[in-house]
Every structure is written in C-alpha cells, then in structure tokens.
C-alpha cells in the first residue's frame, strides 16, 4: 500500500551534498508568508516606554496582595477550566452583559481576531476594512487566505461612509472590522456611520473597543440591536496587558460557531485567576483610566504649542501627532531614552506621524522636556 506523495526534495537527483534548510523552506512555505516580515516588538531596556499603548501605572497595592493570594490557590497540576467560567462571570458582573448574549475568551483580542478570521474565511470570501486601522486585521486575512478590501479614511480620519458601503455592495465581506476608537488613528468613527455598515454589510461586522475605557461610546450594550454585530474587547489597556485576556460578545449562535476554533484550554489557569480577583473590584481601573485621560489632555495641549505639529484628536491612550520630520524626531526621543511609534511609511495618511502613549507624569514630564529641546 503507497501512502501520499511526501513532498518534492529540494535537492536535485544524484547531488551528493545536503539540502539547506533554506531549500526546504523555499519549497513547502507559503511564499506570501516567506514576504513576510515577523510582527517585531521593540526592546525597550532602560526606555522610558511610550509605544506600545500600555497602562503605565503598576496595580494599587491592596490588589497586587488580592492576585497574589489568588494565584497561589491555582492547582497548576490540572488543566484550566477549558470555559473559563469563573472569568465569564467576573466580566459579565463588571460590564453588565446580558444573558441572552455570549462570551467568548482568548488569550488577547489578537487571538479572537485569528479565531474570528479563520472561522469566516471561506473560500473566495473578503475583509473589508478601513484604512489606516490595526495591522493584525490585514494580516489575519493573509493567513488565513482571505481576501483583503482596503478603504481609505478620509483625510481627517474620519470612516468615508459612502466608501464604505460602496464597497460593501461591490464586494459583499464576510467580515468587516472596526476599531472603535480607532488604532492608530485615535479617533471614534461616528455611531451613524456604524450602524450604516452594519445595517448594510451581508455578514460579521467586528467592533473592536480595545479602548473602551478611554473613550465616550460603546456598543456593548447594542449587541442585541445588530444580529451582525459582535464586540471585541481586551483588558490590555486598563493595567493588565500581562495577563493576556480577549472577550468578545456576541449572539449565542456566533459564539457557538467561533468557539469550535477556539484552542482547547486557551486561556492558561493563571490568567483566569487574575482577571477574577483583578475584576472583583474595578475602582482602581477607573481612577487609572480617568488619570491618563488627564495626561493625555495635557500632552495634547502642548504637542499643540510646538511649532510645525498637528495633534488629532483622540480617545484613547496614546496621541497622533504630525511633526516636520517624523524620523528625526523618532531617533531624537530615542536618543534621549524615550520610545515611542513611528508611523511614516506606514500608510500615505500617516506621513510624518508619531503615535505616543500617556504615561506617568513623570514619564510625560521627560517626554514633553525632550520634544521642547528637539524643537529649540
């Protein structure tokens, strides 16, 4: 009995010597992936970190002895519970989710997208999306062989709504992402235009609040609107990006398809302990989110004073702000031991932007000290 054919060696018949590995990955890689280059995160060592839209303060210190008794009770022996139940019911309590609409857990919103995605991709099936927006959408399509549909914000970055749902007609998305506020932009599209993509788009629309704390509007409490609509969340940006812990919510019959991709035992036990006791009480998330939203301001007051800069308004953590030359302001701050996002290059609507997280005040001193003497 013959078994399936093993793939063609790149090695030629009577060569002597050993095929690289180069070889081997030439022949069996997917070439759009072999064009690829890996998602790189900066290091930051002796940085102060200003790029990656984190929470910069640590846990208050009554919640920091909370997690710690809880993750000392966790039986790391056992397998974690594979529906993260206790989790469920931590963001259920806090969010006010209702009953009749379903969770589903990962390990960060970038695992929700990959599942969502891969869930979707049928063959010859598109993602529509609005550009420029978060990365990880475009490349999720990639992977899973999706078709990709791009359409421009307008020049203010606002949606381009009849853009939008012109592309809808032609093009008829199994899947459509919206990040609400807006990643790397910072702005909230308006709720109208929203709700006109998902009355219009055939299929999945994907609200992606990641910075719902940040911001003055949410769907979450219009899920049972839109039988379309789903919201993906991330408790990343209030102070526990270290955990990484994804939710989205949706009606039952989505979340019963998407969790049939879902890895068993995807979100680790120690995860799950954390976002219940981090969840018992979420005063310190409030008092830390209302913090950055008053650094923010203050950055955005004096990015506005700087000569040669537009500031776009944001509700998010971080802020977009256009300079004269985006590259040597990046390698100036970065001289001066501050990190932040260099956006040129990235999409013809973000020439010349730097993307910059709140910090401590202290961090936003030095941030503000170091753009004033860039600028002299």
Request: glycine content about 6%; charged content about 20%; overall charge neutral.
């Amino acid at each position: 009995m013959t078994g399936p054919s093993p793939v063609s060696s790149p090695r030629k018949r009577g060569e002597g010597r050993a095929p690289s590995a180069a070889g081997f990955v030439a022949a069996v890689v997917r070439p759009e992936i072999r064009a690829l280059s890996a998602y790189a995160v900066a290091r930051a060592e002796g940085m102060i970190k200003l790029d990656a839209m984190e929470n910069p303060y640590p846990l208050p210190a009554g919640v920091r002895t909370r997690l710690s008794e809880a993750l000392a009770r966790v039986p790391i022996n056992r397998y974690p519970d594979g529906g993260a139940h206790a989790a469920k019911g931590a963001l259920r309590r806090v969010f006010s989710i209702p009953v009749d609409q379903d969770l589903l857990l990962a390990n960060g919103s970038d695992e929700l997208i990959q599942i969502i995605t891969s869930a979707l991709a049928c063959p010859g099936a598109a993602m529509l999306v609005p550009e420029p927006s978060f990365v990880m959408y475009r490349m999720n399509a990639l992977y899973a062989g999706m078709r990709f549909i791009g359409v421009p914000l307008g020049d203010d970055f606002r949606l381009d709504r009849a853009a939008m749902l012109a592309a809808i007609e032609r093009e008829r998305p199994a899947l459509v992402y919206l990040a609400y506020p807006n990643n790397p932009t910072g702005n909230l599209f308006a709720a109208s235009d929203v709700e006109a993509v998902l009355r219009a788009a055939p299929g999945l629309v994907v609200v992606d609040e990641a910075y719902y704390a940040f911001a003055d509007a949410s769907f979450l409490p219009r899920v049972a609107e839109f039988a379309n609509l789903l919201v993906l969340r991330t408790v990343s940006k209030v102070g526990m990006a270290g955990i990484r812990l994804g939710y989205a919510v949706a009606a039952p019959e989505w979340i019963a398809e998407l969790n049939k991709v879902r890895q068993p035992y995807n979100v680790n036990a120690l995860t799950q302990a954390a976002a219940e006791a981090l969840l018992t009480d979420t005063g310190w998330i409030a008092e830390q989110a209302a913090a950055i939203r008053t650094g923010r301001a203050r950055i955005e007051t004096e990015l506005k004073r700087l000569p040669g800069t537009t500031v776009f308004p944001t509700q998010t953590n971080f802020v977009l702000v256009r300079v004269t030359d985006a590259n040597e302001m990046f390698e100036g701050l970065k001289a001066r031991c501050i990190l932040v996002k260099n956006l040129h290059g990235w999409h013809p609507l973000l020439a010349n932007c730097l993307r910059i997280t709140v910090g401590t005040t202290e961090e936003n001193d030095l941030l503000l000290a170091a753009l004033n003497e860039l600028n002299r």
